[in-house]
């Protein structure tokens, strides 16, 4: 390479400038690369079966109470089990949940034994040993098969009618809840489902009514925790 007898005037950065720039560069990627979620669910979808009950599912998810989701398959329990947990988003659901649990997991007899209060953890299951193990549990859903009309005629029925868990779905429970349901949004949502609404846009509507469903849960409390902390201008880090 020919290089002509000329003067050139180059800048050698120094060593903290270089790391500034590659930690820049670093930080930029890595905002490139966060994502809220790796998989975004259809929640509609999930809980189409069960959207006229999802008010008393929120409140039982938002209370912990254990749930059992007993279907046909891996798939739909499983996708049930996430479904339940995002309805109480933004919080996030700090007890146990498993979308797909056999009898070979290892909490297998905790979670079976007979216990009069049966542990805080949503369990997804298949297998029909299930049905009679876990009969005692205070709210269990059981999900047909999803070409099945009954799927959409789901209605909650006593926990004393658990031996015919094996045959017709439904939600069983005897828990009376205190929040009312939300006849604008249901109406919406079914209508929705009459006319063929895209499943991206009913997963929207439910998304942002529980959103606002739990926020309006939070902001009683965040009033309180905030008139318990000292003020603004008390707070100084030189004290």
Excluded at 47 to 72: K, N, Q
Excluded at 162 to 189: A, E, F, H, M, W
Excluded at 190 to 219: N, Y
Aim: proline fraction near 7%; charged fraction near 20%; glycine fraction near 2%.
């Amino acid at each position: 390479t020919y290089i002509p007898n000329t003067n050139y005037k180059a800048a050698v950065p120094s060593v903290s400038a270089m790391e500034a720039v590659k930690s820049s560069k670093c930080a930029n990627s890595l905002r490139r690369l966060i994502v809220a979620s790796a998989y975004e669910s259809d929640m509609f979808q999930h809980l189409s079966s069960v959207v006229t009950h999802v008010h008393l599912l929120w409140e039982l998810v938002l209370l912990g109470e254990p749930i059992v989701v007993m279907a046909g398959s891996p798939t739909t329990c499983a996708e049930m089990v996430q479904a339940l947990v995002a309805t109480i988003a933004p919080l996030k659901y700090c007890a146990d949940y498993r979308p797909y649990f056999t009898i070979h997991d290892s909490e297998f007899k905790e979670y079976t034994m007979d216990a009069p209060t049966p542990p805080a953890v949503i369990l997804g299951v298949t297998n029909p040993f299930f049905a009679k193990t876990l009969q005692r549990w205070p709210h269990i859903i059981r999900i047909g098969d999803v070409s099945s009309a009954e799927n959409q005629k789901y209605r909650i029925k006593k926990s004393e009618s658990l031996k015919v868990l094996d045959s017709k779905p439904g939600v069983y429970t005897q828990y009376k809840p205190y929040l009312q349901k939300d006849k604008v949004i249901l109406k919406k949502l079914l209508r929705g489902t009459q006319t063929k609404r895209p499943r991206e846009v009913q997963t929207a509507l439910l998304k942002r009514h529980l959103m606002d469903l739990t926020e309006s849960f939070m902001i009683p409390l965040e009033r309180y925790i905030a008139s318990l902390m000292p003020l603004q201008k008390n707070i100084s880090p030189f004290k």
